[in-house]
């Protein structure tokens, strides 16, 4: 309201051409303030930066491989702290899944058995999955968590200081995985579906599949202090059904 009185004063004082224009560049910009103040408000601690969070973002395939719809039913994704409140005394085994492509054994992001490991931050059940709209490529969802204001609060590393020292990529990413299994604020994320024994995906089979580049540029899953992480997760070891 007061962009808007403000906005009054300048056009009733304005004489000449000069003046309205200056008068309407200033009314814009009062009210463009006012209304990009308006638009940023919330009370979303994720938004304000004032919490950990994660986006988990759920890629389904779009249909059965013949044309037909399918759902994706029973799903849950559970977070967990996998080096608090203390590092496990041996790493963890990942123990995802192997499959023969042309002789060759490659690793799968699921397979993995289903937890719990760590200390759990956040699970949450997933509603029946569909495609909504004809032109989406996929079967998407997002879930938002906010994760314990206990696990915010813990001392938070910078990855970049860290690997400041090391020689080449290949120490680079043998430091990182030594803090995967060390650092607190490090997060295992599960998506498992009822009726399954073992994962539909598994973050850290994931991690097992990163290339050098993505070793670097993703390092390895965590959440910083007040960080709103995202991450993505493809259902290709998920149990599918008819609609």
């Known amino acids: 309201m007061r962009a808007r009185q403000r906005m009054e004063r300048l056009s009733a004082q304005s004489r000449g051409p000069l003046s309205e224009a200056r008068s309407w560049f200033a009314s ?3 009210l463009a303030a006012s209304l990009g103040l308006a638009a940023c408000e919330t009370d ?9 969070c994660v986006d ?3 890629i389904g395939k779009k249909d ?19 080096n608090w409140p203390r590092p496990a005394a041996t790493p963890p085994e990942d123990k995802c899944e192997i499959t023969m492509v042309s002789g060759k054994p ?11 490991i760590g200390t759990t931050l956040a699970t949450g059940d997933v509603p029946e999955l569909t495609r909504r709209e004809s032109y989406s490529p996929t079967i998407q969802a997002k879930l938002t968590f906010m994760l314990p204001a206990e696990f915010n609060a813990l001392a938070d590393t910078d990855l970049d200081d860290a690997l400041f020292n090391e020689p080449d990529d290949s120490a680079r990413i043998a430091r990182l995985k ?11 994320i599960l998506i498992t579906q009822s ?5 539909a995906w598994d973050s850290r089979c994931e991690e097992g599949v990163f290339s050098t580049s ?3 540029m993703k390092r390895y899953y965590r959440a910083g202090r007040n960080q709103h992480a995202a991450v993505f997760a493809p259902l290709d070891g998920a149990m599918t059904t008819s609609p």
């Open 28 to 30: 814009a910009t009062l």
């Open 195 to 199: 009726g399954q024994s073992k994962t």
């Open 64 to 82: 059965d491989g013949a044309g037909n719809p399918v759902a994706y039913r029973g799903l849950k994704v559970s977070i967990f702290a996998a």
């Open 44 to 52: 979303d601690p994720c938004a304000r930066r004032e919490a950990a």
């Open 214 to 216: 993505e070793w670097l």
């Open 56 to 58: 988990v973002v759920l």
């Open 178 to 188: 030594t803090l995967r299994d060390s650092d607190p604020r490090g997060l295992r």
């Open 106 to 116: 490659v690793r799968r992001v699921f397979g993995s058995e289903v937890g719990p």
